[in-house]
T-cell receptor
Framework: TQLLEQSPQFLSIQEGENLTVYCNSSSVFSSLQWYRQEPGEGPVLLVT?????EVKKLKRLTFQFGDARKDSSLHITAAQPGDTGLYLCAGVGSGTYKYIFGTGTRLKVLA | DSGVTQTPKHLITATGQRVTLRCSPR?????VYWYQQSLDQGLQFLIQYYNGEERAKGNILERFSAQQFPDLHSELNLSSLELGDSALYFC????????????FGPGTRLLVL
């Protein structure tokens, strides 16, 4: 069974702090997506990373795909209360059509 | 707005009942996915359809079934409902089937009393 494990599971920080969320697997993924979900809403795509070692930036968010394409990270600089939400990584496991979501990281940024 | 629509937005029913959730994918998307999200839990993949055919199955109970119609909208049928079926049910769509982005609808919140 292919799994995407995220850490930490919960994170509560003060506004202005930096943080990193990790998404790890023992399997290779040809691409990974990161989503943010707010309470009662559907997940919204933030970014897709495709190439091993790839780094993508979205304003204060930096996404990295591991060289071996088994892991990814999301770094947020100077977090703001608007960054609060559930962050999910996801991808299609190799050899299947099943789209797998990570276990999720619930972030709360306090003003 | 992702372009994916789901109805109804809220549904309250009793144990033992049967309900149908409906999803219309984004224009041009051929794949539809169904997910269940219980309170404070992650997303559990239920089932995927591509152009009318079942493509992948996740942790979908036998009491649940789905189909995708020729116009590409999809329905998720939940029967013999139990209290534990209370959850948010999301539909997502993508252009094809595979490693591309999925776009999520707003979800249907099901409460089984």
């Amino acid at each position: 069974t292919q799994l995407l494990e995220q850490s930490p599971q919960f994170l509560s920080i003060q506004e202005g702090e930096n943080l990193t969320v990790y998404c790890n697997s023992s399997s290779v993924f040809s691409s990974l997506q990161w989503y943010r979900q707010e309470p009662g809403e559907g997940p919204v795509l933030l970014v897709t990373v495709v190439t091993g070692g790839e780094v993508k930036k979205l304003k204060r968010l930096t996404f990295q795909f591991g060289d071996a394409r088994k892991d990814s990270s999301l770094h947020i600089t100077a977090a703001q209360p608007g960054d609060t939400g559930l962050y999910l990584c996801a991808g299609v496991g190799s050899g299947t059509y099943k789209y797998i979501f990570g276990t999720g990281t619930r972030l709360k940024v306090l003003a | 707005d992702s372009g994916v629509t789901q109805t109804p937005k809220h549904l309250i029913t009793a144990t033992g009942q049967r309900v149908t959730l409906r999803c219309s994918p984004r224009s041009g998307d051929l794949s539809v996915y169904w997910y269940q999200q219980s309170l404070d839990q992650g997303l559990q993949f239920l089932i995927q359809y591509y152009n009318g055919e079942e493509r992948a199955k996740g942790n979908i109970l036998e009491r649940f079934s789905a189909q995708q119609f020729p116009d590409l909208h999809s329905e998720l049928n939940l029967s013999s409902l139990e209290l534990g079926d209370s959850a948010l049910y999301f539909c997502a769509s993508s252009v094809r089937s595979g490693q591309e982005t999925q776009y999520f609808g707003p979800g249907t919140r099901l409460l089984v009393l």
